[in-house]
T-cell receptor
């Protein structure tokens, strides 16, 4: 059974640019969450989607947005990148919201 | 009230020893407490999880102890092995509408051979 797939694995962007990260959940999983991981702040919740609906959003600026498609695949977008956006972005999926999330290996974003 | 406090920040244990990591929370609405293990370059992997109606759960060498009145829970790794060397995160969540995990700050475990 394939795990959670995140693409790309690594990304280098310039300050001011925008970026789109992709997540393919485990087949059959309808709940998808995104987390930002940094050495200073740890794992911080970004958003949660279930059946294409965003049900919760973390305490991040409006530059961070996301969406979920009908096949449960999800994307997150960060506009006007700042140096502080450099982080590992993790996607997680679950059959039922909250219980037993499976994480992908993440996308390492570096903003220069 | 949304925080989960995790300690210690780092831990060194001899092979065969017991590793103990502690977490504390404030929000009594939390009703699901998972532990994740993360190796460098990988995403966190679910190890074991517990709900408040159970005081202890064991899976292989990993045991969660849960103290509802103290609002604390801990992970015990028995017979620790060098392959257990990783960062461990506790988390808490509530089914009542927030749909998110609150993670602890992580514990970097090193098991010496």
């Amino acid at each position: 059974k394939a795990g959670v797939t995140q693409t790309p694995r690594y990304l280098i962007k310039t300050r001011g640019q925008q970026v789109t990260l992709s997540c393919s959940p485990i087949s059959g999983h309808r709940s998808v969450s995104w987390y930002q991981q940094t050495p200073g702040q740890g794992l911080q919740f970004l958003f949660e989607y279930f059946s294409e609906t965003q049900r919760n959003k973390g305490n991040f600026p409006g530059r961070f947005s996301g969406r979920q498609f009908s096949n449960s695949r999800s994307e997150m977008n960060v506009s006007t990148l700042e140096l502080g956006d450099s982080a590992l972005y993790l996607c997680a999926s679950s059959q039922q919201p909250l219980y037993g999330y499976t994480f992908g290996s993440g996308t390492r974003l570096t903003v220069v | 009230q949304q925080q989960v406090k995790q300690s210690p920040q780092s831990l060194i244990v001899q092979k065969g020893g017991i590793s103990i990591i502690n977490c504390a929370y404030e929000n009594t609405a939390f009703d699901y407490f998972p532990w994740y293990q993360q190796f460098p370059g990988k995403g966190p992997a679910l190890l074991i999880a517990i709900r408040p109606d159970v005081s202890e759960k064991k899976e292989g060498r990993f045991t969660i102890s849960f103290n509802k009145s103290a609002k604390q829970f801990s992970l015990h790794i028995m017979d620790s092995q060098p392959g257990d060397s990783a960062t461990y995160f506790c988390a808490a969540s509530s089914a009542s509408g927030t749909y998110k995990y609150i993670f602890g700050t992580g514990t970097r475990l090193k098991v010496l051979a």
